[in-house]
Nanobody, 124 residues
Framework: QVQLVESGGGLVQAGGSLRLSCAASGRTFSRSAMGWFRQAPGTEREFIAAINWSGSTTIYADSVKGRFTISRDNDNNTGYLQMNSLKPEDTAVYYC?????????????????WGQGTQVTVSS
């Protein structure tokens, strides 16, 4: 079992940066791949990035590639999403997720555990 709590969201101007954190509890986090998703009002939840259990493999959605970086610190049971060059269209609730598997995944149905979400608002 893994419990996840996101933090670090907020209001930022276009072109700015934010770093989201995902604090995990539970002894299996270090063996779990994790991912970040986002959901804007009136839209479906969208895959952003994923990282495997060791941090050696990462994948990104085309919409954030080159601007966002996913990472993890297994010693501290924490995942991160560094977001640079933010755009107004990045405005959404951001969720971290973990799955009971070592390898990355891109669909929300492959994830077993979810955080409550953190709001990111980018002003133009």
């Amino acid at each position: 079992q893994v419990q996840l709590v996101e933090s670090g969201g907020g209001l930022v101007q276009a072109g700015g940066s934010l770093r989201l954190s995902c604090a995990a509890s539970g002894r299996t986090f270090s063996r779990s791949a994790m991912g970040w998703f986002r959901q804007a009002p009136g839209t479906e939840r969208e895959f952003i990035a994923a990282i495997n259990w060791s941090g050696s493999t990462t994948i990104y959605a085309d919409s954030v590639k080159g601007r966002f970086t996913i990472s993890r610190d297994n010693d501290n049971n924490t995942g991160y999403l560094q977001m640079n060059s933010l755009k107004p269209e990045d405005t959404a609730v951001y969720y971290c997720a973990a799955r009971a598997a070592y390898i990355t995944a891109m669909t929300e149905y492959e994830y077993d555990y979810w955080g409550q979400g953190t709001q990111v608002t980018v002003s133009s």
